[in-house]
């Protein structure tokens, strides 16, 4: 099967097979330099005023799709960084930023908002080709907004999860190539091998508290990971067009949502989130904020997918309704795990925070609110990140056939 139609490989998964570009072409040697320099400009608090003396720079010397990738993530990380690093938020985005911005996401099919996949997919350096692809400490990213470790580490262990994901892959088109000729076997072993991947993955999950502070986070990174729109912000963010105009943009946050490979368990398994309401209308907003092509190979799967009613047609194969179970309750502990480190990352600093001080009057965008209740604490997504994980969760766990219905939750 040829994958490369879908952006996707076997060796990488969803992330590229090349690493990710370190410099665009000279005439863009602006935005490469400030976009390196985020960190240092955000604490002296000369950034906006940096930012404000770029020229406008024409997009035409942007030839391949890394080329674009790269301008997308740097301009993504410079806007964030303008709109959210000073004393309180702005609402306009100057049109040298804004307009090639716009150009590359329009170029890419991507929203123009730092994404999950310019923080994460298209934001990493190996630090050394002899260690392992799937350990989050040969990871590197190339632009962070607080030039600290613990940021550094916020973006390598998803893409170590994505690079260990990468072998659902195969698995999981084997595995509907197999319902297709109902062999019970092979469905089974696959089941079997998925489900110990998904294992590694909450493996690797855990490992986020060996490098990132949650105080770090939550007061110094945080506030950056937002998109335009918030309680406070509820128009959006004006973006200028450089002819005197522009209009405003609401869009979401990055958010794990936006990864491709936990949407992919969800089809391959049968996993259904009502597009009608929570969760699954958000889940199904996030897919316009995935890579064009990643949205085309979960269609291409979703269209293939019939191993849940295979599952449940087999009610009594022991062995394959144990296997389907397992790689169900397996994708719901992640996703417990993902609970856990909101919990630790969010809520209790929320409650900290709401203990020590009265809330702020003016704070940037969604993730500096600090409500009493952690129910109401908003994720970098503009979601009620608790309240949504476990609404998830119960979905997952919905995905259990009619003869595994027993299992306890």
């Excluded at 097979?17 to 490469?32: A, C, G, H």
């Excluded at 690093?85 to 040298?96: F, S, T, V, Y």
């Excluded at 047609?313 to 144990?322: F, I, R, Y």
Aim: proline share 8%; hydrophobic share 35%; charged share 20%.
């Amino acid at each position: 099967m040829d994958l490369d139609q879908y952006g996707v490989s076997f060796t990488h998964g969803f992330l590229p097979v090349d690493p990710p570009l370190k410099q665009l072409p000279s005439r863009y040697r602006k935005w490469d330099q400030l976009a390196y320099d985020i960190p240092r400009l955000v604490d002296d608090g000369t950034l906006v005023r940096e930012v404000e003396d770029l020229p406008t720079i024409t997009t035409v010397d942007l030839q391949s799709e890394v080329d674009w990738q790269r301008a997308y993530v740097i301009l993504g990380f410079i806007a964030n960084a303008y709109l959210w690093g000073g004393e309180k938020p702005l609402q306009r985005l100057p049109a040298c930023i804004a307009v090639p911005f716009r150009e590359s996401a329009r170029h890419l099919d991507m929203p123009p908002v730092a994404t999950y996949a310019a923080e994460n997919l298209w934001n990493f350096e190996p630090i050394a080709t002899a260690q392992s692809i799937e350990d989050p400490a040969n990871f590197r990213a190339l632009t962070t907004f607080t030039g600290t470790s613990d940021e550094s580490w916020f973006y390598a262990l998803p893409a170590a999860i994505e690079m260990r994901g990468r072998h659902i892959i195969p698995l999981a088109i084997n595995a509907l190539d197999a319902v297709e000729k109902r062999s019970l076997t092979k469905v089974t072993q696959y089941l079997g091998d998925i489900a110990g991947h998904i294992q590694a993955m909450t493996k690797l999950l855990t490992r986020m508290y060996e490098k990132n502070d949650p105080g770090v986070f939550y007061k110094h990174i945080r506030p950056f990971l937002t998109g335009t729109t918030s309680p406070e912000n509820p128009y959006g963010v004006f973006y200028e067009d450089g002819r005197g105009g522009g209009e405003f943009v609401k869009v979401k946050g990055p958010t794990a949502a936006q990864s491709s490979l936990f949407p992919l368990l969800d089809e391959f398994l049968g996993v259904r989130h009502d597009p009608s309401k929570a969760p699954g209308d958000f889940l199904q907003e996030m897919r316009a904020y995935m890579p064009p092509k990643h949205r085309q190979f979960l269609s291409f799967i979703a269209s293939k997918a019939h191993l849940r009613s295979f599952v449940e047609s087999q009610p009594d194969e022991v062995k394959l309704q144990a296997a389907y179970s397992d790689c169900i309750t397996s994708l719901a502990g992640y996703r417990t795990k993902h609970l856990q480190l909101i919990s630790r990352y969010i809520v209790i600093p929320s409650r900290d925070a709401a203990r020590s001080r009265p809330p702020p009057e003016t704070v940037p965008g969604t993730a500096g609110r600090v409500p009493t209740d952690d129910e109401l604490v908003l994720g970098t997504g503009g979601t009620a990140p608790v309240q949504f994980l476990k609404l998830v969760r119960d979905d997952t766990f919905d995905g259990l056939s009619k003869s595994s219905q027993g299992l306890p939750n």
